[in-house]
């Protein structure tokens, strides 16, 4: 977009104030979040119509992040189709997928499992990355635990694979801590342990050495969280 204005006015094809007008049609990304939802949804339709551009990058990157119950919905929905259609263009199917993923969220493992009922072999490996998203918004283990409770029986698997490989370092294994004392309201016990959607679908080898962990992790964070 910023190069055609430069043509039109460097060429005087059009007035000066076409450009500005041209231009105005498309929100900024420092304005996009300010739109009613009925124009973001526009926003994010014509997008998707003309196949995700890159002077759409930064609004689109803002949406997703930010709205993601307006966004996702609208690029799954069009995936859905694309996917039961005759033919499947790859670049904007993996476009699509990886937008889905960025967001880090509920909403994206919700529309993640709808679409691993098309393709799960595609659509299976962005369940690890939605969950590493996830870390730079959120706790990815609350979000984990959120998909869990969806009841899909893929989802749940990938889930529980992302948790094995994740757990393997420190800082995740304090987000789980943290993530536990939101969901139980305490340290929980052997009993909240032995029923906890992650903890009962790891590696039955690894829980003693990992229960250890966590819980003292656990502690630790109850301790900081008390004297505030």
């Known amino acids: 977009m910023g190069s055609r204005m430069l043509r039109l006015q460097s060429t005087a094809v059009a007035p000066t104030f076409l450009a500005g007008f041209i231009s105005a049609q498309i929100p900024s990304a420092r304005t996009i979040l300010e739109i009613s939802e009925a124009e973001q949804a526009k926003f994010v339709n014509e997008t998707i119509a003309v196949g995700f551009p890159d002077d759409r990058a930064d609004q689109m990157?803002?949406?997703?992040i930010n709205r993601s119950a307006v966004t996702l919905p609208l690029i799954a929905g069009k995936l859905e189709e694309v996917l039961k259609s005759t033919s499947t263009p790859t670049s904007?199917?993996?476009?699509?997928g990886e937008m889905i993923a960025y967001a880090g969220d509920e909403?994206?493992?919700?529309?993640?499992?709808?679409?691993?009922?098309?393709?799960?072999?595609?659509?299976?490996?962005?369940?690890?990355r939605t969950l590493d998203n996830a870390g730079n918004w959120r706790n990815p283990f609350t979000v984990a635990y959120r998909g869990l409770e969806m009841g899909d029986e893929a989802l749940s698997r990938y889930t529980a694979a992302w948790a094995e490989s994740a757990l393997a370092s420190n800082s995740m294994r304090r987000a789980w801590a943290d993530a536990m004392l939101d969901r139980y309201g305490k340290v929980p016990d052997d009993s909240a342990w032995a029923r906890d959607p992650i903890a009962s679908r790891l590696k039955q080898s690894a829980l003693p050495e990992l229960c250890q962990s966590i819980l003292g992790m656990a502690f630790e964070a109850q301790k900081k969280r008390d004297r505030r």
Not at 61 to 64: N, W
Not at 92 to 96: G, I, M, P, R, S
Not at 108 to 125: N, P, T
């Open 61 to 64: 990157t803002m949406l997703i």
């Open 92 to 96: 904007f199917v993996d476009t699509a």
């Open 107 to 128: 909403q994206s493992l919700q529309a993640l499992s709808k679409l691993m009922a098309f393709d799960e072999r595609r659509f299976g490996r962005l369940v690890g």
